[in-house]
């Protein structure tokens, strides 16, 4: 079993910038598609960004032109940079790994966009 451990959340302003890191703890990583998701309050999960193995990446709509998504296989890391946060982009953010149907999530870091 992988475990995914993120870090980076926290409060920041209305057009503000955060980045979060998520370390996995097994060199399967590297065989995965690394993702962020997100779950608002009373809504449900939701696709923020997922690269693959090999580099191809994914955005959610909402998020394009804000968000850069990479990966770092060596270090077993996936990033979000998150620029010009809105109120609504206020969510715990979650680490994923996918491989076949496999799945594995990290515990969330809460991101409070807030003036």
């Known amino acids: 079993q992988v475990q995914l451990v993120e870090s980076g959340g926290g409060l920041v302003q209305p057009g503000g910038s955060l980045s979060l890191s998520c370390a996995a703890s097994?060199?399967?990583?590297?065989?995965?598609?690394a993702g962020w998701y997100r779950r608002a309050p009373g809504k449900e999960r939701e696709l923020v960004a997922r690269?693959?193995?090999?580099?191809?990446?994914e955005y959610a709509d909402s998020m394009k032109g804000r968000v850069t998504i990479s990966r770092d296989n060596v270090k077993r890391r996936v990033y979000l940079q998150m620029n010009n946060l809105k109120v609504e982009d206020t969510a715990v953010y979650y680490c994923?790994?996918?491989?076949?149907?496999?799945?594995?999530w990290g515990q969330g870091t809460q991101v409070t966009v807030s003036s």
């Open positions: 690269i693959s193995r090999f580099g191809s990446i």
């Open positions: 097994r060199a399967i990583f590297t065989a995965a598609v």
């Open positions: 994923n790994l996918q491989i076949d149907s496999s799945q594995a």
